[in-house]
């Protein structure tokens, strides 16, 4: 740590941006405070202190209270970073923040850091970005807050928490040079299982474990430990998450990487480690277990078992307040894993039916709302298969050993919850089930007819939300970039696809209520799914297409469409906050009727909201109707001969 208050300025943005003299003045009106653990430096809704806290050493956590007193930590402060500055603006502070480890700030007056903000530009732009992505944060977290409370009965909003309310701190730590001798009994006298190994920066470069220390040494009989060091032995397989992430972004990453622990990092700082012990301790250890039981299953009936446990999940996400785009990638993940399972059950019972192995590698495909990474609750099946082209053996006899497949693999995944398309879109289906080569004509042939053929409009539509879920994907992403070419090649589809669109409007009347069906069963209702949400699946993906992006789950297409400079930033997050909306009463409205044993059927009756989350919700068809208009102005006929 920096001897004295100039040299901690120098080193940290924004006041290295400041000249010399500025620092030398600076240093001279500047105090350090420390607080001990647990001590709170500023409390929720008390008056502004006007003042700057900087770090130097210790950490804090950002707490906030909800209106019924539940406690969430929302935020992780470290060294080189700041907190307090929502005070410097507002007259009240929105959050808490309490000292997790022994805490040395430098405190910097409201009025010494308007005076820079009015002198310096660097200074102030680098401030203001900070206070906006704090404060965007920190808005998203109560806007969760409020909304789910109407769903939720837990106490604490798990997957709300962050990393930093969760990890240990400090971490223990080796170099590569440390002897591994030096390194067990680190271990052994702070009663861990893990070390992680830091370069001459402190930058974590690996992790050594017990199980390295047994497997790399003691199970290979090395005679000569006393001499190597922890940089021979250590796993490289670092897995590292920001200390601001939520409780599902470890437990996912923990997955996906198939790793026990993972470390915390701050502005690429190591602050803390968490594992996976400590994932189950946070949460009982039965959903955690899913992957490993979809992994284990010997047949088709144990994974429809597991299916019902998804669907429990999927209240829990829901009632411990997780984002909806965290419920949806977790969704996906254990509904992909399920999927995957069930195929790879399927081709061994081809072969225990005498059927040799399948003659050309394959794709298994998704589309509709499981290839977007979209679906909730389990829906009917939409998929098809790609297979690859043989020099000599014809299409349609390897048809004939897929076609069978698929059977089995459309019956199998009907039996685990999926049930079967009623528009017959699956890869059972010869239509759904063709070569490489076969697809891409058959969707140069849509693109070229879909001004005069209805039928071309509605399979394109299915078609290009397609992802692949298990075999060569290689052949997937063959298929999407021609795909990409084919619509590129023809202007006049952004609009007929418009048009379609365009068909039916956002469910809001002309004073600003809703307009709501005027009989028949769902009297009084609004249908989420078809008259609001496919919009926005509809317009963003004609944007996404145009653009050449061949991502399929909408937030991602958003997202990619910023980068691209297809959308504007502002019209891209507008869009992103009112489909989460829509989604979110769609899950809660659905899950509330399933959980009664009715079925899911996205209607919702606006009387029974209350007025915040009316008001909310006509917001969001607002972001319908603008994202209508921008697609209408940006892709009709018009556009086509400007």
């Known amino acids: 740590m920096p001897k004295n208050i100039r040299e901690v300025l120098e080193s940290i943005p924004p006041f290295n941006y400041l000249p010399s003299d500025v620092l030398d003045t600076l240093e001279l009106k500047l105090n350090l405070k420390t607080f001990s653990p647990g001590i709170y430096v500023i409390r929720q809704s008390q008056d502004s202190l006007n003042t700057l806290f900087l770090i130097v050493r210790g950490s804090a956590e950002i707490v906030a209270v909800n209106d019924k007193g539940d406690e969430a930590v929302i935020g992780y402060r470290g060294v080189e970073e700041f907190f307090g500055e929502t005070g410097l603006i507002d007259e009240q502070y929105p959050a808490s923040v309490r000292v997790k480890e022994e805490l040395t700030c430098i405190l910097i007056p409201g009025e010494v850091i308007e005076h820079l903000i009015g002198k310096h530009s660097d200074f102030a732009s680098y401030l203001t970005e900070l206070l906006v992505v704090r404060m965007r944060s920190l808005y998203d977290s109560i806007i969760h807050e409020q909304i789910f409370d109407s769903s939720a009965q837990l106490e604490t909003p798990l997957f709300r928490k962050r990393i930093s309310a969760i990890m240990s701190s400090p971490v223990i730590t080796c170099t590569t040079d440390h002897l591994i001798t030096d390194v067990a009994r680190i271990m052994e006298q702070n009663n861990i299982s893990a070390v ?79 594992t996976l012990a400590d994932l189950i301790k946070t949460r009982a250890a039965g959903n955690l277990k899913l992957i490993h039981d979809i992994e284990s299953q010997p047949d088709i009936d144990g994974l429809a078992r597991i299916g019902t446990e998804i669907d429990t999940l999927l209240n829990a996400l829901v009632a411990e307040r997780a984002p909806v785009p965290e419920i949806l990638m977790i969704l996906n993940e254990f509904h992909e894993r399920l999927t995957r399972k069930v195929v790879q059950l399927c081709e061994l019972d081809m072969v225990n039916r005498g059927y040799p192995v399948a003659p050309v590698e394959y794709c298994w495909v998704n589309t509709g709302s499981a290839g977007r990474e979209e679906q909730t609750i389990r829906t009917d099946q939409d998929n098809f298969i790609i297979f690859k082209d043989h020099a000599t053996e014809s299409a349609d006899s390897i048809r004939e050993y897929f076609l069978k497949l698929a059977l089995l693999i459309n019956e199998g995944l009907d039996r685990c919850g999926f049930v079967k398309c009623p528009g017959n879109v699956m890869a059972s289906n010869p239509q759904w089930c063709k070569s490489l080569g076969e697809w891409e004509q058959v969707v140069e042939h849509w693109v070229e007819s879909v001004g005069g053929d209805p039928n071309a409009l509605r399979q394109i539509t299915i078609m290009m939300d397609f992802k692949p879920v298990y075999g060569e994907k290689k052949l997937a992403d063959t298929l999407w970039k021609k795909v990409i070419t084919f619509y590129g090649q023809s202007p006049a589809i952004s609009h007929y696809l418009t048009q379609d669109d365009l068909s039916t409007k956002v469910p809001k009347t002309i004073w600003g209520g809703f307009a709501t069906e005027k009989s028949g069963p769902h009297k009084d209702q609004i249908n989420l799914k078809n008259l609001a949400c496919v919009h926005m699946v509809n317009c963003t993906r004609i944007f996404a297409l145009k653009n050449g992006i061949t991502e399929t789950n909408t937030f991602k297409r958003l997202s990619e469409l910023r980068k691209k400079g297809g959308l504007k930033s502002d019209e891209a997050d507008f869009i992103e906050t009112a489909y989460e909306t829509l989604l979110m009463f769609r899950i809660r409205e659905n899950l509330k009727k399933v959980n009664r044993g009715e079925k899911a059927d996205n209607y919702i009756n606006p009387s029974h909201l209350t007025r915040q989350e009316r008001e909310i919700l006509k917001d969001a068809f607002t972001a319908v109707a603008r994202l209508q208009k921008l697609t209408s102005t940006s892709f009709t006929l018009f556009w086509l001969i400007r």
Do not use: C, E
């Open 196 to 274: 992680v190994v830091t370069s001459g920066d402190s930058n974590p470069v690996g992790l050594i474990t017990m199980a390295n220390l047994v497997h790399r040494v003691l199970a290979r009989s090395v005679t000569d430990y006393l001499a190597i060091t922890a940089g021979q032995i250590m796993s490289r397989n670092v897995v590292s998450i920001a200390a601001d992430s939520f409780y599902v972004d470890a437990l996912m990453a923990a997955s996906r990487n198939q790793v026990k622990h993972l470390v915390v990092t701050s502005r690429g700082r190591l602050v803390g480690m968490v």
